[in-house]
């Protein structure tokens, strides 16, 4: 929870938005404070309904229009790679829809093959093709190139891929 409001105080300096500002409108959480699992079994996969009851009445007590879940696998104990996970993105769908609450789930993509450096895109969604094909839309996030961070109007911060600083300090 402190690495979390540190995040949200270094984007209120940053953009000069007084933290009052947030109050009433900005909920935050982690497992500690909130440990429940949406599902859990491996071939026996049950929900639980308790999940979803504490974080309806949470939305409704707060009239909250958007939740963003992250990281999906901290909240169920289903393998990512059986069509089960169908079950886990259906629990938070119904909620969504239930109480009129955008809902976005934080999920990573596989590991490339070594050496890989191209860019990821949906399909290379962790786990089975039944999450891909469970949510409603997904996007993904990529190291931008140094080509295009070379374009008009941005600064460019970075001379290297990041991955290739990270495997020098490790050496």
Avoid at 57 to 76: G, K, Q, R, S
């Amino acid at each position: 929870m402190r690495e979390l409001n540190r995040r949200v105080a270094a984007i209120c300096q940053h953009y000069a938005i007084p933290l009052s500002e947030l109050e009433g409108w900005l909920f935050l959480s982690t497992p500690k404070e909130f440990p429940l699992k949406a599902a859990e079994g491996y071939t026996n996969v049950s929900t639980n309904p308790n999940f979803a009851k504490r974080i309806v009445e949470y939305i409704a007590a707060h009239e909250i229009d958007v939740c963003i879940f992250d990281p999906l696998v901290t909240l169920h104990d289903v393998s990512e790679n059986s069509t089960s996970m169908q079950k886990v993105v259906d629990t938070f769908r119904t909620m969504s829809a239930d109480h009129d609450c955008a809902i976005e789930l934080v999920h990573h993509t596989r590991k490339g093959a070594p050496g890989q450096n191209n860019d990821h895109g949906a399909d290379d969604i962790r786990g089975s093709g039944a999450l891909h094909a469970a949510v409603r839309g997904a996007r993904v996030l990529n190291i931008m190139s140094l080509d295009d961070a070379a374009g008009p109007d941005i600064e460019q911060t970075r001379t290297k891929s990041r991955r290739a600083s990270i495997r020098r300090d490790l050496r």
